[in-house]
Nanobody
Framework: QLKLVQSGGGLVQSGGSLRLSCKAS????????IAWFRQAPGKEREGVSN????????YYIDSVKGRFTISRDNAKKMIYLQMDSLKPEDTAVYYC?????????????????WGQGTQVTVSS
């Protein structure tokens, strides 16, 4: 069974850090572009960061650039999102995603597999 299972998240004060993890099973992660998305209450799901499968190049939206870091460990089948200097506006449900593709995109429609989502709440 192909799936992504997330862990991490929780409640943190503004300026704090969290690391989200995502365990892949049932497929070869190295062949997949990966991404993290988030969805705040009343808002659409937005892409936060992604990483290509063929060269591991990364992309971040401006609001998280310099604060968030996406990474992967293909041998362990793990995807990570390190979040530092968190702000209240980062509060959302975060999702990992994987797409059988060389190049990652920010369109949620492109992604085949999704984690179950994890809540991140940043208090001011």
């Amino acid at each position: 069974q192909l799936k992504l299972v997330q862990s991490g998240g929780g409640l943190v004060q503004s300026g704090g850090s969290l690391r989200l993890s995502c365990k892949a099973s049932g497929f070869t992660l190295e062949n997949y572009a990966i991404a993290w998305f988030r969805q705040a209450p009343g808002k659409e799901r937005e892409g936060v960061s992604n990483m290509n499968s063929h060269d591991d190049s990364t992309y971040y939206i401006d609001s998280v650039k310099g604060r968030f870091t996406i990474s992967r460990d293909n041998a362990k089948k793990m995807i990570y999102l390190q979040m530092d200097s968190l702000k209240p506006e980062d509060t959302a449900v975060y999702y990992c995603a994987a797409d059988l593709s060389l190049v990652a995109t920010m369109s949620p429609l492109e992604y085949d597999y999704w984690g179950q989502g994890t809540q991140v709440t940043v208090s001011s």
